[in-house]
């Protein structure tokens, strides 16, 4: 990653969310930080202290972060079986992997109380690698063989590339306010995509109530009627579950309730924008 992950450098056990203390470990991650060139300070003499400003820099050396997230649940018996693994790996296998990494990422956000740390998507990726190796190789980046992942940039419509510029602009500019309820329903989805039920659960909740009392008073309510009927439906299967959440972990129907409420309150925010265009 172009940056500094932020856990300090060393060698972490993961075990799966809900193992017993003392159960077998599922992960290695090896968190390196790759240090940038010095930038030395240039020396301004009076002739140039006297003169025009110099010319703008080169632009400076950032610091990377490399994530190893090495899998010891199951080894493979020999390198034949190996290499038949890596033909077939790819981005499914890096998603999984990626999550590792985000598990510890969100940890650490915990452990250092850092509001500003957030986790890593695969776009971010300066390079990402897939592979296998022997004991000591992939903890210091080392591999018996592996094979680099690219993504193909997918051609997008000019109009989806252009629509979220508009919006900049006209949120910048003072031509449209935001609601809360869009900031609301962006960390509800995060934590929903990460699988923290219990906070999603909740952050839905307080999504879903402040997507009500502004649509309702949005200019185009008449044309949101139908939304917001919507969601005033979705209020007491939320709160519901938002209950459970705060007395302990909660069930795939749970989850599977908190995630079509969500999306009905992604969908009418969507539709306030298409009304007010």
């Known amino acids: ?17 809900d193992s017993e203390p003392d159960g077998p470990p599922s992960h290695v991650l090896v968190i390196a930080t790759l ?5 030395r300070a240039r020396r301004i003499g009076r002739r140039t202290r006297q003169s025009q400003a110099p010319p703008e820099p080169e632009p400076a050396s950032v610091t990377t ?30 998603a999984a992997d990626l999550a590792v990494l985000n598990r510890a990422l969100h940890a650490f ?33 080392l591999w018996t063989d592996a094979r680099e992942l690219v993504v193909l940039g997918r051609r997008q419509r000019r109009s989806r590339i252009l629509h979220p510029q508009a ?7 003072g031509r449209e306010r935001p609601l809360a309820s869009e900031e609301l329903a962006l960390r509800a989805r995060l934590d929903l995509d990460h699988d923290r039920r219990r906070e999603a659960a909740l952050q839905v909740l307080v999504a879903l109530d402040a997507a009500i009392a502004e649509l309702v008073s949005e200019p185009q309510a008449a044309a949101l009627e139908e939304r917001i009927e919507e969601l ?33 309150i992604e969908a009418a925010l969507r539709a306030r924008l298409v009304a007010g265009s």
């Open 1 to 17: 990653m172009p940056w500094a992950l932020g856990p300090p450098d060393g060698r972490y056990l993961l075990r799966p969310p």
């Open 35 to 39: 240090g940038a060139v010095e930038r």
């Open 65 to 94: 972060g490399r994530a190893t997230v090495i899998d010891v649940g199951e080894q493979f018996p020999d390198e034949h079986q190996a290499a038949a693994w890596l033909s077939g790996a790819g981005e499914e296998q890096l």
């Open 109 to 141: 956000r915990l452990a250092t109380a850092d509001p500003y740390l957030n986790p890593v998507e695969r776009h971010q990726a300066l390079v990402a690698r897939i592979g296998y190796g022997r004991g000591e190789e992939v903890a210091d980046g």
């Open 167 to 173: 919006r900049l602009a006209a949120l910048l500019g």
């Open 232 to 264: 005033r439906g979705q209020r007491d299967p939320v709160a519901h579950v938002a209950q459970a959440a705060l007395e302990g972990p909660l069930d795939d129907a749970q989850r599977q309730t908190i995630e079509f409420a969500l999306g009905r």
